[in-house]
């Protein structure tokens, strides 16, 4: 809160002065006492969180958007490989797309050295995930992709080519703008998915809708799935000739029932008659965290590491639970992307390499007290020195329906998590934790000697706190605040901010909100408390002394930050440690 100080045109007494000037003294003094009865802290050495990076892996983006790009540079840290990226010239910016050609060029110029290249087709192809929603191909496009990968492959057939597609979402393209229209082509697509499965439907509602959407309209929205599905065949043919080493096809924002699982299904029975069935083509549920599943799942495959996980939920009903923009279970999403990892699930706590703790509630089913059942077994957990990875979902994206507020409240050392995250869809939530994870486990078990392994811990503590930096206090929080205070102002459409005006507007309100939570969050037990870490080489104690932050908004929107933090992490002086 910012104070405004007026003195009064006559001036103040010496005497006031004085007695002002003595208040002041003893407010700094009680101050000052505070602040080192909250930070007391051991005898610790301040430590360095650079990674040596030992192998360097090609990254195409599925755009600039922070979780598809900034997350995988940051997650190689922990794994010690420098991920390489285009220059944002190249990159779409929202809803520009990228420079496909120059992407290209610049993709043959940079791949030598490379030990991987993991490339998005949409970028390649469209220039991004929001163009390659809206964007219609000219003749001979995908040809001239699939000949341009063919090429590449022959002049570095060294160099594994990780590829990665997304199926388009239900949601009609931009240029359909019509509201009814709209409404009438999503009702289409869900009574077609319901048709498909076997499932009744009501006919002549059907019949109704399909007179009812403009012919042209309904040609164009059908034709993107149509020109997807034929990408996505040719692709997987480009696995069977060898030169794609693995491709990810993923399913971008769905339901149930719907055209894309409709297109799904034609795709696993193509995968089925082509003989691929083991783990070269994957079909997985997700778009903006598949980049950073393969960065794991090749970090895995190069270093022989396949995590074993125990899987948790906060309660009976989690598993079966189907979350907003999802077209599959928590469970069958959680199976997903740890087969992705080449991971395996056990049920056996003693056994597994980490445990896996989904946590879901919903507010309507009141299930929040299920919260705290959580932050008993986590607390158990830690008695018995079990790493976990926290994943905190909430059917309405509020912080009620949340675990971390409970364990800060609890004083539970959250550095003491391997991985948390909670953004978005269920899919990112959960193949990013999963992804963290493994990186943490198989880097920490993999380090020669105890200075590397404080190393990687220290880069898996930036990746952490940047999750509930971003995850909980930006995305349960403070951007409803800052929503609801452009919508105030007349500023309605916070997806599409002016860049001349409130989207300077919105970072100074994101700057400073976020940096008085940070103030408050970081003077905390759960934050502050010394943790142990055990490696090969020998247990050590770390404690995280400090963190500054800086971030902005990416896209002239409010739905994702850019976030980088700066933690000072100190090693204390314990017997034990040294």
Not at 382 to 392: C, F, G, Q, W, Y
Not at 448 to 477: H, P, S
Not at 486 to 509: C, F, S, V
Not at 515 to 544: C, H, W
Request: hydrophobic share 35%; glycine share 6%; net charge negative.
């Amino acid at each position: 809160m910012a104070f405004s100080h007026r003195i009064p045109s006559g001036g103040f007494s010496l005497k006031k002065q004085a007695s002002l000037l003595l208040l002041l003294i003893l407010f700094l003094s009680a101050s000052l006492i505070w602040q080192q009865t909250i930070r007391q802290e051991p005898d610790s050495v301040p430590i360095s969180s650079q990674r040596l990076m030992q192998e360097q892996i090609l990254l195409v983006p599925l755009d600039g958007r922070p979780p598809c790009r900034q997350f995988v540079i940051d997650a190689g840290r922990i794994s010690g490989t420098e991920v390489i990226t285009p220059p944002n010239s190249l990159q779409d910016y929202y809803s520009q797309p990228g420079d496909t050609t120059g992407m290209r060029s610049w993709l043959s110029e940079h791949i030598d050295g490379s030990g991987a290249a993991i490339l998005s087709i949409d970028q390649l192809l469209y220039g991004g995930l929001l163009a390659a929603r809206e964007k219609e191909l000219p003749p001979g496009a995908i040809e001239e992709l699939l000949q341009f990968l063919r090429q590449l492959h022959a002049n570095h057939p060294d160099i594994p080519l990780y590829a990665f597609s997304i199926l388009p979402r239900q949601t009609p393209q931009d240029t359909i703008d019509g509201y009814q229209e709209r409404r009438d082509l999503l009702a289409y697509s869900r009574l077609k998915g319901r048709e498909d499965a076997g499932l009744a439907i009501n006919s002549s509602e059907l019949s109704r809708l399909e007179q009812s959407i403009p012919t042209g309209s309904l040609q164009r929205y059908l034709s993107h799935f149509t020109e997807n599905e034929a990408l996505n065949r040719a692709l997987i043919e480009l696995v069977r000739e060898g030169v794609l080493t693995r491709l990810i096809l993923g399913q971008d924002d769905g339901e149930p029932y719907s055209i894309p699982n409709i297109e799904k299904k034609h795709l696993l029975d193509w995968i089925r008659s082509r003989n691929l069935s083991d783990g070269s083509v994957v079909l997985t549920h997700g778009a903006d965290e598949i980049a950073l599943s393969l960065l794991a799942s090749i970090h895995n495959e190069k270093t022989g590491f396949h995590p074993r996980i125990h899987v948790r939920y906060n309660h009976d009903r989690t598993p079966a639970r189907i979350m907003p923009y999802m077209a599959v279970s928590i469970e069958q999403t959680v199976q997903e992307k740890i087969a992705l990892l080449g991971g395996q699930q056990t049920n056996s706590e003693e056994n597994a390499d980490f445990t896996l703790l989904v946590s879901s509630c919903d507010s309507e089913e009141d299930d929040l007290s299920a919260r705290r059942d959580t932050v008993q077994e986590l607390e158990h957990d830690r008695s018995l020195s079990m790493p976990v990875a926290l994943v905190d979902l909430s059917r309405h994206f509020q912080a009620q329906e949340t675990v971390l507020p409970l364990l800060i409240q609890r004083d539970y050392p959250v550095n003491e998590l391997i991985a948390y995250a909670g953004w978005n869809t269920t899919s990112n939530a959960v193949g990013t934790a999963l992804a963290q994870a493994s990186l943490f486990e198989s880097s920490r078990r993999q380090s020669g000697d105890r200075a590397e392994v404080i190393a990687v811990t220290a880069a898996n503590l930036t990746f952490l706190q940047n999750r509930i930096l971003e995850d909980y206090f930006y995305l349960k929080d403070t951007i409803d605040l800052i929503n609801t205070t452009l919508q105030k102002a007349g500023y309605t459409n916070t997806a599409d901010l002016d860049l001349e005006h409130n989207y300077r507007w919105a970072n100074l309100m994101l700057q400073h909100t976020m940096k008085n939570q940070l103030a408050v969050y970081k003077n905390t037990r759960s934050f502050r408390q010394p943790v142990r870490f055990s490696s090969p080489s020998g247990d050590f104690e770390l404690i995280m002394q400090d963190i500054t932050i800086d971030l902005s908004y990416p896209w002239p929107r409010t739905f994702e930050i850019y976030l980088r933090s700066a933690p000072r992490l100190a090693i204390t002086k314990t017997p034990e440690a040294e």
